[in-house]
């Protein structure tokens, strides 16, 4: 169907389930609500489940890499494109958040309705006159990647060699034999092409399926379970060397999981009003905005001060690589779990003074501006591994994989969340329920933090392990500027 149309349905099916979300609360009678409110909800995550994956890599599709100016603003794309996502987000917990406590539901949701209306006019307008980029549709990228594994495997006891840059062979099935590169450098996929990637060094074993046997050789037609282009191997190549580092990254999303949970749950128990006479409480869950202001502030200096700053030293276009990006955000979660930790352990220590322990419902004398410095910290850890995370994705993805990038990356919150939620049944069987009770307290939160702060400690030193041998990738080109033509050789019988 394509990444627009994708968009342009996914949108539409969103719409319908907030405007049913919307009716549900302002017109539907208690007795029947909860059925329409859940089925509202289901809808929503089947539109935003096309949504989200497509919309980021449609945009980012927009730039041309051939073009060296193109190429270099699409890396500043990702941080102004989260910057526009963390607008509204914030935007959300200032004033939705409100109208929806103080006036009503029914008008918060409405808002939300009619914005994505508007949002999805402009949409509409822009594919109408036809000024967007699109890429054609190309069939499941699954069944490529299969392809490549079954076509090894049929291979395994065969061994490769390269082709001469002038075609000689060493006698295996001459000149005619070879796995080539399309014209110009590039490489066809269902019929449409993508510039040709250079072969790598790593999963050597995954080499046979390009290798041209006797049965392929006697064959008029290719079979695509047996010979795949060496193309093909290395975007399976691109998959499994992002395997690993999508993995680490779900401990940092497991940790981020608190600002919505026990970040918010602290900050209920504490004073929220501005001044001593001021009768204006702020809800616990708007000082999640916080983190939004946040990231607001520092996207801009890393986009103009950093970048350029780095640039000098590093001489990379981005300033600092993408790894090295998303690893400076995880050894930040690390030091912003050991602060919430610190924070968390001085509120229970003044509760006790005061003889709250067992008074979950009275305020512990301690303003919640105590919160805040955790919450910048996890917004400046968010604007390294956030948005390195999306630009990796989808940077080091096949061209025509790049929206399977975004799920992957949406992906990695999901699983971050069921994580975090794992780890609380776990602390809560270890501790006999002593360390996370409903009564913040007389728990031990703070100890659930440090706990957080060390696996975190420990994910960024696997990270730097893992990522020790990540090749970046490349493109094969000849001398002369074109991409290089490539072919395998076979030996009959033998290893790697």
């Known amino acids: 169907m394509g990444r627009c149309k ?25 007795s029947a609500r909860e059925a329409i409110f859940l089925t509202s909800l289901y809808i929503m995550s089947v539109g935003e489940g096309g949504h989200k994956p497509c919309v980021q890599t449609f945009a980012a599709d927009q730039f041309d890499d051939e073009v060296a100016e193109e190429k270099e603003a699409k890396s500043s794309f990702f941080n102004w494109w989260y910057l526009g996502i963390v607008s509204g987000a914030t935007a959300a917990i200032l004033v939705v958040i409100y109208v929806q406590e103080y006036v009503g539901w029914g008008i918060g949701y409405g808002m939300l309705a009619g914005v994505l209306a508007i949002a999805l006019g402009m949409f509409s307008i822009g594919s109408w006159t036809g000024n967007y980029r699109l890429q054609a549709p190309i069939g499941s990228p699954f069944t490529r990647v299969a392809q490549v594994f079954v076509a090894a495997a049929r291979k395994r006891r065969l061994c490769d060699q390269r082709v001469d840059d002038d075609g000689h062979s060493g006698g295996f099935f001459g000149h005619e034999n070879k796995v080539r590169c ?25 080499d046979k399926a390009a290798i041209i046997d006797s049965i392929d050789a006697s064959s008029e037609k290719r079979n695509p379970w047996r010979l795949c282009s060496m193309n093909q191997v290395e975007e399976v190549k691109l998959l499994l060397r992002l395997i690993p580092i999508w993995a680490q990254c779900f401990i940092f999303t497991m940790v981020t999981a608190q600002l919505s949970t026990y970040f918010t749950k602290q900050g209920s128990t504490m004073v929220r009003a501005f001044g001593p006479t001021s009768k204006f409480r702020i809800p616990a869950a708007s000082l999640q905005v916080v983190t939004g202001l946040t990231i607001l502030i520092s996207v801009p200096i890393y986009e103009r001060a950093f970048i350029p700053l780095a640039r000098k030293f590093t001489g990379q276009a981005s300033g600092i690589t993408m790894l090295q990006r998303i690893g400076t ?53 968010d604007m390294f591994t956030i948005v390195g995370m ?107």
């Open 182 to 206: 399309r014209n110009n450098g590039t490489d066809e996929v269902d019929g449409f092409r993508v510039r040709a990637l250079a072969r790598t060094p790593q999963y050597r074993f995954l």
């Open 329 to 381: 955000g995880l050894f930040l979660s690390s030091i912003a779990m050991v602060v919430a930790g610190l924070v968390e352990a001085k509120r229970v220590e003044t509760a006790r003074e005061n003889g709250l322990t067992d008074s979950p419902k009275s305020m512990v004398p301690m303003k919640i501006w105590w919160l805040i410095p955790q919450y910048m910290l996890f917004g400046v850890c």
């Open 390 to 496: 999306q630009e990796l994705f989808y940077d080091q993805m096949p061209e025509e994989m790049r929206s399977m990038g975004a799920a992957a990356y949406v992906s990695s919150i999901g699983v971050g969340n069921f994580m975090s939620s794992l780890a609380i049944t776990a602390v809560q069987g270890i501790s006999g329920k002593k360390w996370l009770v409903d009564n913040l307290n007389r728990a031990n939160l703070h100890y659930f933090y440090w706990i957080l702060a060390g696996l975190s400690a420990v994910n960024f030193c696997v990270y730097l392990f893992v990522t020790k041998g990540f090749i970046y990738k490349r493109f094969e080109y000849s001398e002369s500027g074109n991409e290089k033509e490539m072919g395998m050789q076979v030996h009959p019988e033998g290893n790697v």
């Open 6 to 30: 994708t968009i342009y349905v996914s949108s539409i099916v969103y719409l319908i389930g907030l405007v049913a979300l919307t009716i549900t609360v302002s017109t539907v009678p208690s």
